[in-house]
């Protein structure tokens, strides 16, 4: 309560308004049980990325996100991957992205795992679920969640992430992996599944093990993956082939980091030797 109260402090024409209200997502988010506390520190972590992309979606970021809506598409078992801070700032745009991939399925996936926090953002992702469209309609389409009581686990995975459902993230052959500088999509590589990944920071090791990787804030790239899918959605096999297989992410990671480099330099007045 406190912390809505704060946040209506904030003018409206405040020059950091917008960074300020998804901040404050997060706030609400572990203030309810969602997100930990460690994952306001990874949040910090994205917002100093996005500041020095310009908070907004670089064309290697759409790029980007159309190679993981051809990858999405041509999957049989696609799983998109939430943690705590993916539920607390995009539940509806997880809901909206499971509708429009045939077949996908979202998956409860936590590095500071209990089973308690697992239920509750389940909970939140059936309620995004549950409440009505843009159009005020309510979908009538069901989505599969899985939650807590993991029957599977990844192997060569020492870390809680190793937890997964056999019929989930397990058998998965596309796994969407948002928001997470870590250990599971080496493992997810390792057994052989195609891995999207969302991570601001273009020198994680996320970012630099996936198959196709958005550097984009998820209040963005979700919603830009959604509007891909919806426009890929009656390509060829073949057309989703072609762009799915003509993506060089590490290429793609280089032009993000030049962007990054080079708007650097034109502020701080030096100019490329
Ligand atoms: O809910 P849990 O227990 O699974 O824990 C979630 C966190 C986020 C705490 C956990 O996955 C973690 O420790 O993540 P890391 O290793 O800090 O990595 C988070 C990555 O996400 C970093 O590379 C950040 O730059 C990036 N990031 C943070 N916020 C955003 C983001 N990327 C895109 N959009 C954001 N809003």
């Not at 406190?2 to 409206?12: A, D, G, L």
């Not at 009656?234 to 030049?258: Q, V, W």
């Amino acid at each position: 309560m406190e912390c809505r109260q704060k946040m209506h402090r904030i003018p409206r024409d405040h020059p950091r308004y917008e960074s300020l209200r998804i901040r404050q997502r997060m706030v609400d988010g572990s203030a309810r049980g969602l997100a930990v506390r460690e994952g306001l520190l990874a949040h910090g972590r994205g917002e100093a990325f996005d500041y020095l992309l310009g908070e907004r979606t670089v064309p290697e970021a759409r790029a980007a996100s159309r190679a993981a809506a051809a990858l999405l598409l041509l999957a049989k078992r696609p799983v998109l991957s939430v943690n705590g801070n993916v539920a607390s700032l995009v539940p509806r745009e997880m809901v909206r992205l499971a509708r429009a991939v045939p077949g996908a399925a979202i998956e409860v996936n936590l590095f500071h795992r209990t089973e308690g926090r697992a239920r509750r953002i389940a909970a939140e992702l059936e309620n995004a679920a549950r409440r009505p469209g843009r159009k005020g309609r309510a979908s009538r389409s069901t989505i599969r969640i899985f939650g807590d009581r993991p029957d599977a686990r990844l192997p060569n995975l020492s870390s809680q992430r190793a937890k997964c459902h056999r019929e989930g993230m397990f058998s998965a052959d596309v796994v969407l992996v948002p928001l997470e500088d870590g250990d599971r999509a080496g493992a997810l590589k390792r057994a052989g599944k195609k891995v999207i990944a969302i991570d601001l920071n273009p020198l994680s090791r996320t970012a630099r093990l996936a198959d196709v990787t958005v550097v984009d804030n998820i209040v963005r790239a979700l919603p830009e993956i959604v509007r891909q899918v919806r426009l890929l959605r009656r390509a060829s096999r073949a057309r989703l082939e072609k762009i799915a297989g003509g993506f060089d992410n590490t290429a793609n990671l280089g032009r993000t980091l030049g962007r990054i480099v080079s708007g650097l330099r034109k502020l701080s007045g030096k100019r490329r030797p």
